[in-house]
């Protein structure tokens, strides 16, 4: 089983910057895909960015889509979200996981293993 620990996280303001690390243990070769998902209160869990094992393909929600950038170093095994231009909607939990397969890549059902998420907290 795959081992994520992810941080951080903290509080800013609306418009200030984070970036997210999530580090893994040895990612199996099965392993084709890394995203970040994010859950607010009282809100379903939803998918944030993904990456390809390559680095080479990334998929963004729409609402992040040029303001969020993902990347991933595989000789680290460290996943990487930039966050900028933070709003206040982006106030969530914030989690990293893996799947064997990016497509659906927004369907959290495919992701087989989580981390423990790091709240990250936008201030208007």
């Known amino acids: 089983k795959v081992q994520l620990v992810e941080s951080g996280g903290g509080s800013v303001q609306a418009g200030e910057t984070l970036k997210l690390s999530c580090d893994g243990s040895?990612?199996?070769?099965?392993?084709?895909?890394m995203g970040w998902f994010r859950q607010a209160s009282g809100k379903e869990r939803e998918a944030v960015a993904v990456?390809?094992?390559?680095?080479?393909?990334?998929y963004y929600a729409d609402s992040v889509r040029g303001r969020f950038s993902i990347s991933i170093d595989r000789a680290k095994t460290t996943l990487s979200l930039q966050m900028n231009s933070l709003k206040s909607e982006d106030t969530a939990m914030y989690y990293c996981?893996?799947?064997?397969?990016?497509?659906?890549?927004?369907?959290?059902?495919?992701?087989?293993?989580w981390g423990q998420g790091t709240q990250v907290t936008v201030s208007s």
């Open positions: 996981a893996t799947a064997v397969r990016c497509l659906p890549w927004y369907d959290r059902k495919e992701y087989a293993d």
């Open positions: 040895e990612i199996p070769y099965n392993m084709r895909c």
């Open positions: 990456i390809g094992s390559s680095g080479t393909t990334t």
